[in-house]
């Protein structure tokens, strides 16, 4: 195993990582922003060095400062975590030139899978069900034509980046021009890259999407599924595992699917596949996340499978030593994301003045909060995640609500009734919700 990794990264996933190196022997190297200097990602690494000013374009984004750090401190190894530089495939390339592992696929594997067009294509060529939908689109009035051709609705897509970003819903053709221009416009600003598809929105439908692992010796494996549909604005409240809509024929298809698309592009570690699920058991590609997703907690509850020690194990070199025939899903997880938030969805910030955590028996807390600790306004409002384990889904939801209960987190607001909402909403709790749970939330009365 390396002896030295750095954690490129900050928050829940960076003391999730580090976490994960001590239980293995390796010893770590955190990076921070001045914002972050006293965050607990750095007072539990070994050694943390200050990069850069708050703002993440300095800092957490810099991957020159990044592995100017790794290679003055002895660092062979960079892990990302997700967000921040995850999918760059330039910074996987910058590592590789400089003789540091980056812990995820090649630069050339998320360069193609993060261009979602291209991604769709080699979806297609591997014999996995997409999306109705168009190539790249060139300009208003291509937009137009391509509406009329696929049939509204629709959605136009930024072929890069993430996070809900670069995307608009069309319902009629002649709104098309405008919806590309102003998806256009996002994505160039939040990524650069101003390219856009279309694809046929499906709806009623399930954001469901398959865990991935797989060595260098083209052994892949897949870790049951994700149920993701519980969103707003484009963005995950609530993940369980295994999905309560997905048919055991369905679910067959879609795990042979998402193999078969990891082989065709030689994958290796740790990946997502991403899917919408219809009612009537068909289901299309969506896009391919190249890196450690937010809600692997869930997997991990319900397959006993750590999946950021086998990141750093396919990162070394090892072989896995299990077959798809021996990876057994058992009982059910629930993740809720405490975000900090105002009832409102405005962003809060502060001082953590009291925090008390939930526990018991298959309670687990991620987060990189204590008491006294700062939620600066410069990051992603992510505080931590609740998740709950239980042999049925019916015990989960119950967990939940109790681990919920117990949670308290004073200095700053946070989203945590929002939550206890959904647990109790009729279609939450009757498993037959799609991705418009939240509308349908919001549009009753309190």
């Given at each position: 195993?390396?002896?030295?990794?750095?954690?490129?990264?900050?928050?829940?996933?960076?003391?999730?990582?580090?976490?994960?190196?001590?239980?293995?022997?390796?010893?770590?190297?955190?990076?921070?922003?001045?914002?972050?200097?006293?965050?607990?990602?750095?007072?539990?690494?070994?050694?943390?060095?200050?990069?850069?000013?708050?703002?993440?374009?300095?800092?957490?984004?810099?991957?020159?400062?990044?592995?100017?750090?790794?290679?003055?401190?002895?660092?062979?190894?960079?892990?990302?975590?997700y967000g921040f530089l995850s999918e760059s495939a330039d910074f996987a390339r910058s590592c590789r030139e400089c003789g540091i592992v980056f812990v995820g696929p090649s630069p050339e594997v998320i360069e193609r899978m993060?261009?979602?067009?291209?991604?769709?294509?080699?979806?297609?060529?591997?014999?996995?069900?997409?999306?109705?939908?168009?190539?790249?689109?060139?300009?208003?009035?291509?937009?137009?034509?391509?509406?009329?051709?696929?049939?509204?609705?629709?959605?136009?897509?930024?072929?890069?980046?993430?996070?809900?970003?670069?995307?608009?819903?069309?319902?009629?053709?002649?709104?098309?021009?405008?919806?590309?221009?102003?998806?256009?416009?996002?994505?160039?600003?939040?990524?650069?890259?101003?390219?856009?598809?279309?694809?046929?929105?499906?709806?009623?439908?399930?954001?469901?999407?398959?865990?991935?692992?797989?060595?260098?010796?083209?052994?892949?494996?897949?870790?049951?599924?994700?149920?993701?549909?519980?969103?707003?604005?484009?963005?995950?409240?609530?993940?369980?595992?295994?999905?309560?809509?997905?048919?055991?024929?369905?679910?067959?298809?879609?795990?042979?699917?998402?193999?078969?698309?990891?082989?065709?592009?030689?994958?290796?570690?740790?990946?997502?596949?991403?899917?919408?699920?219809?009612?009537?058991?068909?289901?299309?590609?969506?896009?391919?996340?190249?890196?450690?997703?937010?809600?692997?907690?869930?997997?991990?509850?319900?397959?006993?499978?750590?999946?950021?020690?086998?990141?750093?194990?396919?990162?070394?070199?090892?072989?896995?030593?299990?077959?798809?025939?021996?990876?057994?899903?058992?009982?059910?997880?629930?993740?809720?994301?405490?975000?900090?938030?105002?009832?409102?969805?405005?962003?809060?910030?502060?001082?953590?003045?009291?925090?008390?955590?939930?526990?018991?028996?298959?309670?687990?807390?991620?987060?990189?909060?204590?008491?006294?600790?700062?939620?600066?306004?410069?990051?992603?409002?992510?505080?931590?995640?609740?998740?709950?384990?239980?042999?049925?889904?019916?015990?989960?939801?119950?967990?939940?609500?109790?681990?919920?209960?117990?949670?308290?987190?004073?200095?700053?607001q946070e989203n945590s009734e929002l939550q206890l909402d959904i647990l109790s909403h009729r279609e939450f709790v009757s498993g037959t919700y799609h991705t418009d749970?939240?509308?349908?939330?919001?549009?009753?009365?309190?």
């Amino acid at each position: 195993m390396f002896p030295k990794i750095l954690v490129a990264n900050r928050g829940e996933i960076a003391v999730r990582v580090i976490r994960a190196c001590k239980e293995m022997g390796v010893r770590t190297v955190a990076v921070c922003s001045t914002a972050d200097a006293e965050a607990f990602h750095a007072q539990i690494a070994d050694e943390a060095y200050c990069i850069g000013d708050a703002r993440p374009q300095e800092s957490y984004l810099d991957s020159d400062a990044i592995l100017t750090v790794a290679l003055e401190s002895g660092a062979t190894v960079v892990h990302p975590g997700y967000g921040f530089l995850s999918e760059s495939a330039d910074f996987a390339r910058s590592c590789r030139e400089c003789g540091i592992v980056f812990v995820g696929p090649s630069p050339e594997v998320i360069e193609r899978m993060g261009d979602k067009e291209a991604a769709r294509r080699t979806a297609r060529e591997a014999g996995v069900p997409i999306v109705a939908g168009c190539d790249l689109l060139r300009d208003g009035s291509h937009a137009l034509s391509e509406a009329r051709r696929i049939g509204c609705p629709l959605l136009i897509k930024a072929r890069s980046g993430g996070g809900g970003r670069g995307i608009r819903l069309v319902e009629r053709p002649e709104d098309a021009p405008a919806a590309y221009l102003a998806a256009q416009a996002e994505a160039e600003a939040a990524f650069g890259d101003g390219g856009c598809y279309m694809e046929r929105l499906i709806r009623p439908a399930h954001h469901v999407e398959v865990q991935v692992l797989a060595d260098a010796s083209g052994n892949v494996v897949t870790l049951g599924e994700r149920e993701c549909s519980v969103q707003r604005r484009n963005q995950k409240l609530l993940e369980e595992s295994p999905s309560p809509s997905v048919t055991p024929e369905a679910r067959e298809l879609m795990h042979e699917a998402a193999r078969r698309l990891a082989r065709a592009v030689d994958y290796v570690g740790v990946g997502t596949i991403e899917y919408l699920y219809s009612d009537d058991g068909s289901f299309a590609f969506m896009e391919m996340n190249t890196r450690l997703q937010v809600e692997h907690p869930v997997t991990e509850m319900v397959t006993g499978i750590d999946l950021v020690k086998w990141q750093l194990r396919v990162a070394a070199g090892v072989e896995l030593p299990f077959a798809q025939r021996d990876v057994r899903v058992s009982g059910h997880a629930i993740e809720c994301r405490i975000n900090a938030e105002t009832p409102d969805f405005l962003p809060s910030c502060g001082r953590i003045d009291t925090l008390h955590v939930p526990g018991g028996p298959w309670v687990r807390f991620d987060t990189a909060l204590f008491q006294g600790g700062q939620v600066p306004p410069y990051y992603d409002s992510l505080l931590g995640k609740v998740i709950v384990s239980s042999p049925s889904r019916e015990e989960a939801i119950r967990k939940m609500r109790s681990a919920l209960g117990e949670l308290v987190i004073e200095g700053v607001q946070e989203n945590s009734e929002l939550q206890l909402d959904i647990l109790s909403h009729r279609e939450f709790v009757s498993g037959t919700y799609h991705t418009d749970l939240m509308e349908h939330l919001y549009a009753e009365p309190a």
